[in-house]
């Protein structure tokens, strides 16, 4: 079964904009919602946006994402140091049988 | 304050059985498909089992068909998970989720050690 891939890791400055990438096929990300979650350290993941651009309540908005075909993006704008966390996309995936794949992960870092 | 409560995590030997039980509670527990999500020991997040609302519907993942059932009890609020044949690799902290356009909410986990 398939995972889907993020980058490693990234990093800002207090107030900078960080983007997080997100790549799939048309299995998942190409015909499914996509949604984010943030898990800061030593806690549970927390979901951040779902199908693709909501935010649940109580999320700030500096929290964005976005879907075009099999990819999509968390962006964070005026990044602060309490974003300092782990961040993984998800989707469902049809093929070949109904699973749930999650990204492998990106550690932001605020400098 | 809608809550997931997950219980039974435990150390066992390779080969050996255990039960997690989760309590939903602060919604309708049986409007809402229910998920096991598990995360080794500074890995990433793993999905593992999902059922829907009145448990007709089941899927697993590849690396625990076989080994893993998961049930569900609308009269008690609760979702099971089975694990036989335990692994050294199926060491992690399992969490049980609701879906909800997107997992959500998590419970804290708990943590099943696999070892000799």
């Known amino acids: 079964q398939s995972v889907l891939t993020q980058p490693p890791s990234a990093s800002g400055t207090p107030g900078q904009r960080v983007t997080i990438s997100c790549s799939g096929s048309s299995s998942n990300i190409g015909s499914n919602s996509v949604n984010w979650y943030q898990q800061l350290p030593g806690a549970a993941p927390k979901l951040l946006i779902y199908s693709n651009n909501q935010r649940p309540s109580g999320v700030p908005d500096r929290f964005s994402g976005s879907k075009s075909g099999t990819s999509a993006s968390l962006a964070i704008s005026g990044l602060q140091s309490e974003d300092e966390a782990d961040y993984y996309c998800g989707a469902w995936d049809d093929s070949p049988s109904d699973h749930y794949v999650f990204g492998t992960g990106t550690k932001v870092t605020v400098l | 304050e809608v809550q997931m409560v997950e219980s039974g995590g435990a150390s066992v030997q390779p080969g050996g059985s255990l039960r997690l039980s989760c309590v939903g509670s602060?919604?309708?527990?049986?409007?809402?498909?229910l998920n096991w999500v598990r995360q080794a020991p500074g890995k990433g997040l793993e999905w593992i089992s999902y059922?829907?609302?009145?448990?007709?519907?089941?899927y697993y993942a590849d690396s625990v068909k076989g080994r893993f059932s998961i049930s569900r009890d609308n009269g008690v609020n609760s979702v099971y998970l089975q694990m036989n044949s335990l692994r050294v690799e199926d060491t992690a902290v399992y969490y049980c989720?609701?879906?909800?356009?997107?997992?959500?909410?998590w419970g804290q986990g708990t943590l099943v050690t696999v070892s000799s």
């Open positions: 602060g919604f309708i527990f049986n409007n809402y498909e």
């Open positions: 989720v609701r879906d909800s356009a997107g997992f959500d909410p």
């Open positions: 059922i829907s609302n009145s448990g007709s519907a089941i």
